[in-house]
């Protein structure tokens, strides 16, 4: 079973800081992969461990992005590819999407894997772009995955509960929390990702983009709430249950 | 091209909240462009729900036919497809649900056009629209703005927009979009849903939910959130963060992909309030949140905010509770 995976390199966003001066996001320098991508690493590797095959890794980026495939290629991949683009968010998704699936044309595959979203951008959109692009039927939100004979059996969450989709090969699968534990490389992995392809590309057809955006930044102060700042703990907590007795939200 | 088209989308209790808000947005891009607003409503017997999502707009699609029980992707995707081609708007808003959010970025491909996801507002200017979508974690916030041939496409967040109010007009005649479905339209298929059972703690129907996130710092300061919740006679919440680090089973998870919650009062304690945590929440009557940090953005949504730390401030806040009763 071949298997092409789809990632993307993200600032962690547990380090993201509002400057206070701007209201601008400013991002860490720490990268890593995005968080549902390391799910869909983690299910390739392991219906590759099931039914043989190879896994691809293909991401869009800067050279930073090798970093990324270098960590899938020690969790076990087999082969990874960059296709280099100085700023991915230059870019909207629909282009993006069009640059990837060029890429994951030229290769054989069964499955395309992606995560549902970017930890950073959250759009959820460039895999179903790609799946539209490739003409594959997709599946997101999956959280759990069986194979039956030739078919794909996928469960999901979705807003009226826990459903059941059934699939056929190729499909393009979106990885969410649940759907499995994704694993450290080991010492042997991180020393043999070194001797794994890793191919950089040139990105085309870059095509125009549609969409524009600004820097984020913060929005303004919306609340009338009632906010209790620097107060020593006993005094607040005071002023709080002074008030939910008024509310009468407590006895 | 003229026209803004709204979808909206029926679940298993009918009409989605979030048709209404993606209704209001709607109208309110129709005005400023100037064109009519006309609602789309796909599913298999979905004549009464069309026929209420239509009241008051000027012209009504309905897409309805078997084949469309339970909707994926593929099948929504060609059905809007259908409906744009006969109708060429310039703008169509579609809900930000799971479904949702998978068909509009597949249609944007099939159509060659641009589509914005997850949108919480929206703008005209100089005849263009501009969405404005939270991202990072929903701390900021970006503008995007559309360019080039239409139709323009995104999709609605739910939780960000006022319902719109049915009008007591009567709905616009609905007229019938012709779908053909090919054999690659049909290609997933849903087996069966399993509606959602409520966790053992009962989180969806509380009248009081204390929930705790990744300010605790450790699974154990867990306690707190605990002991606040037994005090209030409430139920434990967690955030996806401390779900994602094993800290919570996934049932208590509140937000985007857990549980929605709507009590009468809402606790967060080391909370930061990041979109998909508060698209869960935010039906709360009353929410309060205690957090060292002044700029999360939990605490724009509070009716009490206490910006300290919660190691201190909740101890205090149970001593004083169990005080006044004595």
């Given at each position: 079973m071949?298997i092409?995976?789809l990632?993307?390199q993200?600032?962690?966003m547990?380090?993201v800081?509002?400057d206070?001066g701007?209201?601008?996001?400013?991002?860490?320098?720490q990268?890593?992969?995005?968080?549902y991508?390391?799910?869909?690493?983690?299910e390739?590797?392991?219906?590759?461990?099931r039914h043989?095959?190879e896994?691809?890794?293909i991401?869009?980026?800067?050279?930073s992005?090798?970093?990324a495939?270098?960590?899938?290629?020690?969790?076990?991949?087999?082969?990874a590819?960059l296709?280099?683009?100085?700023?991915?968010?230059?870019?909207?998704?629909?282009a993006v999407?069009?640059?990837?699936a060029?890429?994951?044309?030229?290769?054989?595959y069964?499955?395309?894997?992606?995560?549902q979203?970017?930890?950073?951008?959250e759009?959820?959109?460039v895999?179903?772009?790609?799946?539209?692009?490739?003409?594959?039927?997709?599946?997101?939100?999956?959280m759990?995955l069986?194979?039956e004979?030739?078919?794909?059996?996928?469960?999901r969450?979705?807003?009226?509960?826990?459903q059941?989709?059934?699939?056929?090969?190729?499909?393009?699968?979106?990885?969410i929390?649940?759907?499995?534990?994704?694993?450290?490389?080991?010492?042997?992995g991180?020393?043999?990702a070194?001797?794994?392809?890793?191919?950089?590309?040139?990105?085309s057809?870059?095509?125009p983009?549609?969409?524009?955006?600004?820097?984020?930044e913060?929005?303004?102060?919306?609340?009338?709430?009632?906010?209790?700042?620097?107060?020593?703990?006993a005094e607040a907590?005071?002023q709080?249950?002074?008030?939910?007795?008024?509310q009468?939200?407590v006895s | 091209?003229?026209?803004?088209?709204?979808?909206?989308?029926v679940?298993a209790?009918?009409?989605?909240?979030?048709?209404?808000?993606?209704?209001?947005?709607?109208?309110a891009?129709?005005?400023?462009l100037g064109?009519p607003?006309?609602?789309?409503?796909m599913?298999s017997?979905?004549?009464e729900?069309?026929r209420?999502f239509?009241?008051?707009l000027?012209?009504?699609l309905v897409a309805?036919?078997?084949?469309?029980?339970?909707?994926?992707?593929?099948?929504?995707?060609?059905?809007?497809a259908?409906?744009i081609?006969?109708?060429?708007?310039?703008?169509?808003?579609?809900?930000?649900?799971?479904?949702?959010?998978?068909?509009?970025?597949?249609l944007?491909?099939?159509l060659?056009?641009?589509c914005?996801?997850?949108?919480?507002?929206?703008a005209?200017?100089?005849?263009?629209?501009?969405?404005?979508r939270?991202v990072?974690?929903?701390?900021?916030?970006?503008?995007?703005?559309?360019?080039?041939?239409?139709?323009?496409l995104?999709?609605?967040?739910?939780?960000?927009?006022?319902?719109?109010?049915?009008?007591s007009?009567?709905?616009?005649?609905?007229?019938?979009?012709a779908v053909?479905?090919?054999?690659?339209d049909?290609?997933?298929?849903v087996r069966?849903?399993v509606?959602?059972?409520?966790?053992?703690t009962?989180?969806?129907a509380?009248?009081?939910?204390?929930?705790?996130?990744?300010?605790?710092?450790?699974?154990?300061?867990?306690?707190?959130?605990e002991d606040?919740?037994?005090?209030l006679?409430?139920?434990?919440?967690?955030t996806?963060a401390?779900v994602?680090?094993?800290?919570r089973p996934?049932h208590?998870?509140i937000?985007?992909t857990?549980?929605?919650?709507?009590?009468?009062l809402?606790v967060?304690?080391?909370?930061?309030?990041?979109?998909?945590?508060?698209?869960?929440?935010?039906?709360?009557?009353?929410?309060?949140?205690i957090?060292?940090?002044?700029?999360?953005?939990?605490?724009?949504?509070?009716?009490?905010?206490?910006?300290?730390?919660?190691?201190?401030?909740?101890p205090?806040?149970?001593?004083?509770?169990e005080?006044g009763?004595?």
């Open positions: 071949h092409v995976v990632i993307k993200v600032p962690d547990n380090a800081r509002i206070k701007t209201g601008r996001a400013v991002l860490s320098d990268r890593v992969i995005s968080s991508d390391a799910y869909a690493i983690e390739a590797l392991r219906l590759k461990e043989g095959g896994v691809t890794i991401s869009a980026g800067p050279p992005v090798k970093d495939l270098t960590r899938a290629l020690a969790m076990g991949a087999d082969r590819v296709v280099q683009l100085a700023d991915v968010h230059e870019l909207d998704t629909l999407a069009r640059v990837l060029e890429q994951i044309r030229q290769i054989p069964d499955l395309v894997l992606a995560g979203s970017s930890d950073d951008y759009s959820g959109q895999p179903p772009h790609v799946a539209e692009l490739l003409n594959l039927p997709m599946v997101s939100s999956v759990g069986e194979i004979g030739e078919r794909l059996i996928l469960r969450d979705v807003e009226d509960g826990s059941t989709v059934e699939a056929p090969m190729p499909a393009l699968l979106m990885a929390t649940g759907l499995n534990e994704p694993r450290y490389p080991s010492l042997k991180i020393m043999a070194k001797k794994k392809p890793l191919d950089l590309v040139e990105a057809p870059v095509e983009s549609r969409l524009s955006w600004t820097e984020p913060a929005p303004e102060r919306t609340t009338s709430g009632v906010i209790v700042q620097d107060l020593p703990a907590a005071q709080l249950v002074g008030w939910l007795r008024e009468k939200l | 091209m003229a026209g803004i088209v709204v979808v909206g989308e679940g209790g009918g009409l989605r909240p979030v048709s209404w808000e993606a209704l209001a947005a709607g109208r891009v129709a005005e400023a064109e607003l006309v609602g789309l409503i599913g017997g979905v004549d729900e069309a209420t239509g009241a008051g000027d012209r009504l309805d036919q078997p084949e469309l029980d339970m909707l994926t992707a593929e099948t929504a995707t060609a059905v809007l259908a409906a081609r006969d109708v060429e708007p310039s703008v169509v808003l579609m809900p930000g649900t799971t479904l949702g959010r998978d068909y509009a970025p597949r944007a491909a099939r060659g056009v641009p914005a996801a997850d949108c919480i507002d929206f005209v200017e100089d005849g263009a629209l501009v969405a404005v939270p990072l974690g929903g701390r900021v916030q970006s503008v995007v703005r559309f360019t080039g041939e239409g139709p323009w995104a999709t609605v967040r739910p939780g960000s927009f006022e319902q719109a109010q049915t009008a007009d009567a709905s616009p005649a609905p007229e019938a979009v053909e479905l090919s054999a690659d049909l290609r997933v298929s069966e849903t509606e959602k059972q409520a966790g053992p009962n989180l969806t509380a009248k009081v939910v204390v929930s705790g996130g990744r300010g605790l710092k450790e699974p154990d300061n867990f306690r707190l959130v606040l919740a037994r005090v006679d409430g139920a434990v919440g967690a996806r401390v994602d680090a094993g800290w996934h208590e998870q937000g985007q857990g549980v929605t919650v709507s009590p009468r809402y967060a304690v080391g909370v930061s309030g990041a979109v998909q945590h508060n698209v869960g929440m935010h039906g709360s009557d009353y929410v309060v949140a957090n060292r940090d002044p700029d999360a953005p939990i605490f724009k949504i509070a009716a009490f905010g206490i910006v300290g730390d919660a190691f201190e401030v909740v205090a806040i149970i001593e004083a509770l005080a009763r004595g």
